[in-house]
């Protein structure tokens, strides 16, 4: 979806009202809310400064004290912040400055175009192709990523996926093991992405990841890994069936996004059709 230039002043002026948000939940939240070892020289300044500040010593001491007791999700300051930013927000339904979210997702979509799957059956997972710009690296398998190496940049298609889950219509792994199936098929057979290496992708879902055969990379540490977080925070809150009740559950909501990598040889390994047919027969024999 193409933006018009009054959309790009509501955008510039959620990110700056959220910008403020979140400058005041550093200083809240404290050293509860950042790892010692993430701290940037400009983060450090503003919790001494905070610390000079008698009152927010007590609202730091009395919150680390409540939230130790909490089974899960994330700090009640983090959440009372949430909750002001998502304001009205439901199950699939931004309110709030939490409409920043989706017209960003629409953004980023129109600049970095992605493409649907040929073939596959629900949709939940999209594609781009373009070349490795990090780290050199090698995969578990032993494939060599370098600079400039051509690989498929995965994107999930969060509507379709809460839509699925929400209606039971189907199981999203299941789903998802049927879109990776139809990837595979695709790679083994079309030209453009004969010469594609590997699959990839960030997510705060790593778990759900690992289950479909991905392994997990930390992100290089810097303002795109905290960006990336507090964007996926935003995208989980309204992707889900619990909507901002999820602040109270678990703990995907403390964690940071990491990148997931398939190589070529592993996604056809798992999901060519050749190898299913294999196992269907072994099952039967």
């Known amino acids: 979806m193409l933006l018009s230039s009054t ?6 002026t959620h990110f700056s009202r959220l910008s403020l948000w979140l400058r005041r939940l ?16 400009s983060d450090a300044g503003l919790l001494a400064s905070a610390a000079h500040d008698s009152s927010h010593r007590i609202f730091a001491a009395r919150a680390l004290r409540r939230d130790s007791a909490r089974p899960g ?21 931004a309110h709030g400055l939490l ?5 960003w997702e629409n953004l980023a979509h129109h600049v970095w175009p ?3 799957i040929p073939g596959a059956p629900y949709g939940t997972i999209q594609v781009r192709l373009m070349p490795y710009r990090g780290t050199p690296l090698t ?3 032993g494939t060599k990523i370098e600079r400039g190496t051509l690989i498929s940049e995965l994107h999930c298609n969060n509507r379709i996926v809460f839509d699925l889950v929400s209606r ?6 299941r789903a998802a093991r049927e879109d990776l199936r139809a990837l595979a098929r695709w790679m083994a057979d079309a030209d453009m992405a004969a010469e594609v290496r590997a699959c990839y992708g960030f997510t705060m879902l790593a778990a759900a990841a690992e289950r479909l055969g991905f392994s997990l990379r930390e992100c290089e540490p810097g303002m795109r890994r905290k960006f990336n977080r507090v964007f996926m925070t935003g995208l989980l809150l309204i992707y889900t069936r619990d909507g901002l009740a999820r602040l109270n559950k678990g703990r995907t909501l403390n964690s940071y996004p990491q990148e997931v990598w398939m190589s070529r040889g592993e996604l056809l390994r798992r999901y060519s059709e050749a190898r299913i047919r294999d196992r269907t027969t072994a099952l039967r024999n």
Do not use: C, F, K
């Open 26 to 41: 550093g200083l809240a939240a404290g050293a509860s809310m950042v790892p010692a070892n993430n701290l940037q020289p």
């Open 7 to 12: 959309h790009h002043r509501h955008l510039q």
């Open 114 to 116: 992605v493409t649907d």
């Open 99 to 103: 409409v920043v979210w989706p017209q």
């Open 168 to 173: 039971g219509t189907a199981n999203p792994y």
């Open 73 to 93: 999700g994330v700090s009640r300051a983090a959440a009372t912040m949430w909750r002001m930013i998502g304001h009205g927000t439901g199950p699939g339904e």
């Open 139 to 141: 995969l578990r398998d």
